[in-house]
């Protein structure tokens, strides 16, 4: 689930980085253009904030994933002790 989260993470950094883009050129500015310049680059800004909260996310369940898997590690060896 960890991978899912990190395409998911770069997919929205790509939109955020693409909305601030959109933000320095001309094509914000014409007229009947959707939004204005603040809007393109509250929208990058929000994209990127939600796109780190999820890379944070994948973060820990790949942390969780290892540490469960080591867990259950130790069981196994701990048993073939026995």
């Not at 689930?1 to 500015?29: D, E, H, K, P, V």
């Not at 809007?39 to 290892?66: N, Y």
């Amino acid at each position: 689930m960890g991978r899912n989260l990190y395409i998911l993470a770069a997919t929205l950094a790509l939109f955020a980085l693409i909305s601030c883009g959109i933000s320095f050129t001309n094509i914000a500015q014409q007229p009947g253009s959707p939004g204005d310049v603040s809007l393109w680059r509250t929208m990058g800004l929000g994209l990127f904030v939600v796109g780190l909260l999820v890379a944070l996310a994948g973060i820990l369940s790949t942390l969780f994933e290892q540490a469960e898997r080591r867990d259950e590690e130790a069981r196994r060896a701990k048993r073939r002790r026995r």
